[in-house]
């Protein structure tokens, strides 16, 4: 990249242009909105959000247009970039005993007050053993286990349940598992599952892989394409049938078959 400020956001343009591809498709691919990306392009940075967010839009640009997201970013930072205030930490006061403790005018107890103190609690407990065990009525000795009910010696075997040696049921299906795994490049990708709820956003990076699973349905859509490896199911269906770069795939448990 040149050293011209002003080359920043037409770098992405013409990367763009080069790939063919419009600002709406740069925008589904990345899922950012299209003014943001024409503002990028201008070098206006405003509606990103802050920072943080600029740095994500300008890595999630440039995948998709194939351009190198590190100089752009390293530009970015040199231009905009505010450094962060370091945060400083105050040191607890260790609690040290007073040493004058042992010397206050309150004396520890005894050991033969405690002793003492110990034996009329056993003596106690001792005298409402007796008394209770006084109490438990003629002909029943105290600590005798009741005889058991007669209800429950009459009482006929249990017989084991109808069902208990009928066969498990089988399980349901198990759906559908979809892996990605990005394979000679990198490639933006967006995971959709059935009930239309988006499970995974971002980037696959070359050699990372993310597996996603769904009772019926997963939608994918990637922004590299030829750059993604599919498996459905355990079986590996390569790269996506996509007749352009940036596409839409729906996979389902009868995929793979």
Same mark, same amino acid.
């Given at each position: 990249m040149a050293d011209d400020?002003?080359?920043?956001?037409?770098?992405?343009?013409?990367?763009?242009?080069?790939?063919?591809? /419009?600002?709406? *498709?740069?925008?589904?691919?990345?899922?950012?909105?299209?003014?943001?990306?024409?503002?990028?392009?201008? *070098?206006?940075?405003?509606?990103?959000?802050?920072?943080?967010?600029?740095?994500?839009?300008?890595?999630?640009?440039?995948?998709?247009?194939?351009?190198?997201?590190?100089?752009?970013?390293?530009?970015? +930072?040199?231009?905009? +970039?505010?450094?962060?205030?370091?945060?400083?930490?105050?040191?607890?006061?260790?609690? +040290?005993?007073?040493? +004058?403790?042992?010397?206050?005018?309150?004396?520890?107890?005894?050991?033969?007050?405690?002793?003492?103190?110990v034996l009329a609690v056993a003596a106690l407990v001792l005298g409402l053993s007796w008394l209770l065990g006084r109490d438990v009525g003629p002909g029943v000795p105290v600590g005798a286990a009741p005889a058991p009910s007669s209800v429950a010696a009459t009482s006929p075997p249990t017989r084991p349940s109808p069902t208990a040696s009928s066969p498990a049921p089988r399980p349901a299906p198990a759906g559908v598992t979809v892996r990605l795994r990005a394979s000679g490049g990198s490639s933006w990708?967006?995971?959709?599952? /059935?009930?239309?709820?988006?499970?995974?956003?971002?980037?696959?990076?070359?050699?990372?892989?993310?597996?996603?699973r769904d009772a019926r349905q997963l939608s994918v859509r990637f922004g590299n394409s030829p750059a993604v490896r599919v498996t459905v199911n355990g079986r590996d269906v390569g790269p996506p049938r996509c007749e352009t770069q940036v596409c839409t795939l729906a996979f389902g448990p009868a995929a793979a078959g």
């Open positions: 400020a002003r080359t920043l956001g037409p770098a992405l343009t013409a990367a763009r242009e080069e790939r063919g591809l /419009s600002v709406e *498709d740069v925008a589904a691919a990345t899922r950012i909105r299209p003014a943001i990306i024409q503002a990028i392009e201008r *070098d206006d940075f405003a509606p990103c959000g802050g920072a943080v967010y600029a740095r994500g839009h300008l890595r999630a640009i440039a995948q998709v247009v194939g351009a190198d997201s590190k100089p752009l970013v390293e530009e970015f +930072d040199r231009r905009f +970039d505010q450094p962060v205030p370091s945060l400083t930490t105050s040191q607890l006061p260790s609690f +040290d005993p007073p040493r +004058d403790a042992g010397r206050s005018g309150r004396q520890s107890p005894s050991w033969a007050s405690v002793a003492i103190g990708v967006a995971v959709t599952n /059935s009930g239309g709820a988006q499970v995974f956003q971002g980037i696959l990076s070359d050699g990372q892989a993310r597996e996603f």
